[in-house]
Every structure is written in C-alpha cells, then in structure tokens.
C-alpha cells in the first residue's frame, strides 16, 4: 500500500494517484504539442500524436533505482507485487478521466492551439511508462484488451527485470526493454536493482523479446563517463534481444536525476550520434535512420523496415487496431506506414546551446504543419523528459 507520505509526494510532482498501484502524470511533449510547440520523438519515428498520449503505470513499484532516472525516489521499491489487484475497468476509465482533468486549464491559456486541444480530448495512445513497472500488475493483458478495443494504442516499457511476465504478455503496439548498461556491474552500478540475478533477468527479457512478433524495440540511455563504452557488447545483447528498433538517447539532466548526477553526464546530440555509429559497426541488420534533437535521440531501424524504397517506421494505427481487433496472426510489418521525415542532419548543437545559456533547442521539422504555429523555445522549463 502507498504510505500517504509517499501518495503527497508524487501529487505534489502532479501525479494523480488511481486506485491502490497505478498513476497518471500528464507528459511534458503532451502540453507542449497542446500549445503547438512541437511533439516527441515517438511522433517523429513512430507518428504518435503526443497531444493524443495518455502517459501512465499500472505499478508505481519498480524493482530498480535508476541512477539517471528523472522521477523522484519516492514511488515504493519492491521486487514482487504487493498490492491488492484493482479492475481494469477502473483503471482505465479513471486513468482517462485524471488526464483530461489535467490537460482542462490549457483550454483557456492564450498559447494552446484550439484545435489541438479538442483533439486532446480523445486519447488514441497510453504510454505504459511512466514510474514503476507497469508489467507486473497481475491483470495486465485484460486491460491491453480494454484498450485495443477502445482504439489506443498501447506502447509499454520495461526494464528488463520480469522476464516471465514478457514472456506473457499479449501483443502491445510496441513493446520496449531498456537495456542500461553493455556488462553486468555496469548494470548494478547505474539501476541499483533489487534482484540479485538482475543480469540473468535481463538476458532471459531479451531472449523473450526476441520470440515477439509485434514491434519491438531497445532503449539505451547513454550517460556520459559513466556507460558509453563497449560498444561491441551493447550490439551483443541487441542481437539477443532482435528488437525491431534501437533508441539510442541521451540522459536529460532534469527532474530528480540532478541530485545524483550532473550537467557534464549529458551527452551533446552530437555524442549521441556518434556512439551509435560505433554500435552499429557490429549491427549489420539495422541503419542509423532518424533523430530527434531536443531529446538527443536517435533511431537505429530494422532493414526489413525499408520497403519499395522508403523507410515505414511509422503506425497505421487503423490497421493495428483492425489486425487486435481480429485475433488474425500478424507481425510488425503489417501495420506500418511511410516515415514523412528521415536523416540525420549532423547539426553539432554544443555551440548553438551554449550561445542561447539553455540545454535544449528545438528542432525544425516538416512532417506535420501544425508544429510551426507558436513556437518558442519553451522546453527550456520543461522538467520531465517523457517515457
Ligand atoms: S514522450 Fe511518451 S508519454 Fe510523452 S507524448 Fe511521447 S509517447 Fe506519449
């Protein structure tokens, strides 16, 4: 059970609290592209509509303490679960009222674009990543089952530490493993994890992986001096896993991570880029095909995903919520659409930040129209970093 000490914390950090293990904090991209300013790099790499995301966990408890990440250390730790189990139903239906209850002051702030707001009001897509580990609530596929069938899209990320319960799991849209560290004491010395097998944990999680047939996809999150080495074995455990996709981005000094590390921990863009060139010397398979600055975030895509001569990393998502719907077999090719923008622009992005004093830029993109009404730089106060 949640102590109320704990449950006043992370109101205070603007989460909302749904029955006994689950919560709902609105997402930093989501308020952005609210007010136009732009969205996240799901929406770039995958055409998620960030206005449109519902950002969640159905478990606040997390077997890991991330050194890098961003949210606060107050959610509970804990290996198995030890909540009461709360109806699916109930989550869903309150995780959704909570978020448009959060999104309702943007209607009348002078910034927000109107039409972007009305949108907001239906959710196509949930985030299962926001703190904790949303895989572990015991009636997890009963709920992916709610949401197909109401028309989101379901994109869930673990880390790596329940390999039975990947195993298990019924098809999301795109189902990710962080993978934090290229060897083992590596690992227990950035996620500070409960279990002791953790690096067994994570072997078998990429091992269940790489059986999927839905997207998959690995995340790296590279933070300076601290886990960008060994490149060679970052590519070792990617070939284990055989996701679709590899994320690879850069830690974000914000949010509760700067009491544990600091500025120089942030790679530039630039770095970024650079160390996936290095892991991909050893990933014949994949290609170094887009990139989201403000994120310091690249993606690394299957081959197979260069069709008739153009990149499909995107979701159609009518046909993935067809295909669901449909209990038919089908794979990760079968609902994809064309990438509107792809390239990596070799922009060096150390001097234009320092010359503005800030740690982020945004970035000029062409896919979608609506992202060039109202823009300023204002993820300058933006404190959170996404799922
Ligand atoms: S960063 Fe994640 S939670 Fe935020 S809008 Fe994008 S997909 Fe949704």
Request: aromatic share 10%; hydrophobic share 35%.
């Amino acid at each position: 059970m949640l102590t109320e000490t704990a449950k006043k914390a992370l109101e205070k950090q603007s989460y909302r609290i749904i029955g006994t293990h689950s919560a709902v904090k609105t997402c930093g991209w989501t308020k952005k592209m609210v007010k136009g300013e732009g969205g996240c790099y799901k929406l770039k790499f995958y055409g998620i509509m960030s206005h449109q995301c519902l950002q969640m966990t159905t478990s606040i408890s997390c077997a890991n303490r991330c050194t890098f990440c961003w949210r606060g250390y107050k959610a509970p730790v804990s290996k198995e679960w030890g909540w009461a189990v709360d109806d699916p139903e109930m989550i869903l239906n309150k995780s959704l009222e909570e978020h448009y209850d959060l999104l309702v002051g943007y209607k009348g702030n002078s910034k927000t674009n109107q039409q972007l707001f009305q949108q907001s009001n239906t959710v196509k897509h949930v985030a299962l990543s926001l703190t904790g580990e949303p895989i572990i609530y015991p009636r997890i596929n009963e709920l992916l089952k709610l949401f197909n069938g109401r028309g989101i899209s379901t994109f869930m990320v673990t880390n790596a530490q329940y390999p039975e319960q990947i195993r298990d799991l019924n098809p999301v849209t795109q189902l990710y493993c962080s993978v934090d560290a290229p060897n083992k004491d590596l690992l227990k010395k950035i996620d500070l994890p409960l279990f002791s097998d953790y690096w067994e944990r994570m072997l078998k999680s990429l091992e269940f992986l790489s059986q999927k047939k839905e997207r998959t996809c690995i995340r790296l999150t590279i933070v300076n001096s601290l886990n960008d080495v060994e490149p060679e074995n970052y590519a070792q455990l990617i070939q284990l896993g055989d996701p679709d996709f590899v994320e690879v981005k850069g830690y974000m000094f914000v949010g509760d991570s700067r009491q544990r590390l600091n500025k120089d921990n942030m790679p530039w863009h630039e770095d970024v880029v650079a160390f996936s060139k290095k892991i991909l010397k050893f990933l014949p398979d994949y290609e170094l095909i887009s990139e989201h600055i403000p994120s310091r975030v690249v993606l690394l895509a299957k081959k197979k995903f260069f069709v008739d001569g153009e990149w499909k990393t995107w979701i159609d998502f009518e046909k993935w919520e067809k295909l669901i719907n449909s209990e038919k077999n089908f794979t990760s090719l079968d609902f994809v659409k064309k990438t509107p923008s792809v390239g990596i622009s070799g922009r060096k992005i150390k001097e234009e930040v320092e010359k503005k004093k800030g740690i982020y830029v945004n970035e000029e993109t062409e896919e979608l129209e609506f992202w060039k009404e109202n823009k300023d730089d204002s993820s300058k106060d933006s404190n959170d970093d996404g799922c």
